[in-house]
């Protein structure tokens, strides 16, 4: 199902906490996270103890995922994080971590882990 992702700053699910006073687990509990409204969530036939993979063209990641009545249908929102800044999109030379057209797919596969996302990024010599 196609959506649009947006990712913003929640003071419950801040990367910058995280990596100063949280562990491993806490930034993977805190920010491996989406938010959807309530309807999307039946739309997707979507129970707790499923998990999320969002996907655009050529990246994918796989989170947890909560009902936010605030949240349009249609959207959906990720903290500022390692997860969705691999969802960002280059077009016209400016990174875009707004209005990414996203695929969303319930899934029982784990989420994305934080090493996982690293080892993607480092760059082998």
């Known amino acids: 199902m196609e ?3 947006n990712s913003m700053r929640k003071i419950d699910n801040d ?3 995280e990596h100063a006073f949280g562990t491993e687990q806490s930034l993977e509990e805190n920010l491996a996270i989406c938010f959807i409204c309530p309807k999307d969530f039946e739309k997707l036939n979507l129970v707790s103890s499923l998990h ?3 996907s655009n063209k050529e990246k994918y990641v796989i989170v947890k995922v909560e009902k936010d009545e605030n949240i349009p249908e249609g959207m959906v929102v ?7 800044n691999l969802l960002s999109v280059v077009q016209n030379d400016d ?9 969303l797919e319930a899934t029982r596969e784990p989420i ?3 090493k996982e996302i690293l ?3 480092l760059v082998k010599k």
């Open 3 to 5: 959506f649009i992702l």
């Open 15 to 17: 990367q910058v906490k």
């Open 52 to 54: 999320l993979k969002i």
């Open 78 to 84: 990720m903290p500022v994080s390692i997860w969705s």
């Open 95 to 103: 990174i875009l971590y707004k209005n990414i057209a996203v695929n």
């Open 112 to 114: 994305t882990k934080y």
């Open 119 to 121: 080892q993607k990024l």
